[in-house]
């Protein structure tokens, strides 16, 4: 039996999310290193002709324990999905640069939010003249860029990540007065099969390129280990792990960019779900809405008591003439 028997999981644990964020981080690494250790590292002459032959000589019984191993560390890991975005959203201590690391993103917001102001200024000075227009929508997508990448000044992170998931915690729902931390866990179970479905696969994508990331960074770690006795040259190959893990974090970056943009869509189609879910009644404008969504995010993070009575709706008997 081959590794390649291996890349399929037990049909218990297949789940589409389960595959792409745990397994395959996790079977990657491991074959990568098993791999190294197959081919003579530590400490004799790396040679892959042989970890093949290892590979080809493997029985079953030594291929479903390699299995099994995988998926053990896979499960373990799974519960520490959100340990590991909150250290790459930049929740790590101050001695590692931390502080050091914010304060450059700040630097970097206020160059961004410079050109977003000139380019206003810009639009505002063409008023009437030719080239207005093109001057507008590049106001609009530096404005649109700032929103999606930095939060408020006062909330910017550390990394870029970081940034980029505050950024949709800050601004998504804003022109509504929702505060999408308090209402989205109560707007997700009310979002249709559509909307739901491209949501759950932009997160899946997120957490999947954070989960390579962090799992590829400690493979290159232990590959250091295995390679820098007496490998010569050979040690280059923990560049392999490292140029993945670099790799993955610029897509977990633009996978919760896009993750960003899915929650916008989901409070812009469904935010009146929720309301009727809670027997609320509808605004009847966007100022009424805007008070509403705070008293309901109040209510929410708060428990402070909402004003006004429900609307519910009329009950089979009562819609009979």
């Known amino acids: 039996m081959s590794l390649d028997a291996l890349a399929n999981p037990p049909d218990v644990l ?13 079977y990657a690494a491991a074959l990568f290193l098993i791999a190294l250790v197959w081919a003579g590292a530590p400490g004799q002459r790396v040679r892959f002709a042989d970890a093949w032959a290892t590979a080809k000589d493997l029985g079953v019984l030594e291929a479903v324990l390699i299995g099994l191993a995988v998926v053990l560390v896979a499960v373990i ?18 001695w590692l640069g931390a502080s050091a690391r914010q304060r450059r993103h700040v630097t970097l917001r206020g160059r961004m939010a410079d050109r977003v102001t000139a380019a206003i200024t810009a ?30 000044e006062d909330a910017v992170r550390a990394t870029r990540l970081g940034n980029v998931l505050a950024a949709t915690a800050d601004t998504a729902g804003q022109e509504y007065g929702l505060d999408p931390i308090v209402v989205w866990p109560h707007l997700y179970p009310l979002l249709g099969d559509t909307i739901r479905g491209v949501v759950d696969d932009l997160r899946d994508a997120l957490d999947g390129a954070v989960r390579m990331c962090a799992v590829m960074a400690l493979t290159t770690v232990g590959a250091v280990g295995l390679l820098a006795w007496r490998s010569g040259w050979w040690t ?9 893990s670099v790799l993955s974090y610029a ?39 805007r008070i509403a969504n705070q008293e309901l995010c ?24």
């Open 14 to 26: 297949a789940s589409p999310r389960f595959f792409r964020v745990a397994y395959l981080p996790t």
């Open 77 to 94: 890991l799974q519960p520490l999905q959100t340990l590991l975005v909150r250290v790459l959203e930049g929740e790590f201590p101050r």
């Open 123 to 152: 639009a505002a000075q063409a008023a009437g003249q030719p080239g207005e227009q093109r001057l507008v929508n590049e106001a609009g997508l530096a404005s649109a860029r700032l929103r999606s990448r930095y939060p408020a």
């Open 236 to 244: 280059l190959l923990a560049a392999v792990p490292m140029t993945i």
């Open 251 to 289: 897509g977990a970056v633009r996978a919760a960019a896009a993750y960003g943009a899915g929650v916008r869509a989901g409070l812009d189609l469904h935010r009146f779900d929720l309301r009727t879910a809670l027997h609320l009644p509808l605004p009847r404008n966007q100022t009424a809405e």
């Open 298 to 321: 109040d209510l929410l993070r708060q428990g402070v008591p909402l004003r006004g009575s429900y609307e519910h709706p009329p009950q089979p008997d009562q819609e009979r003439p």
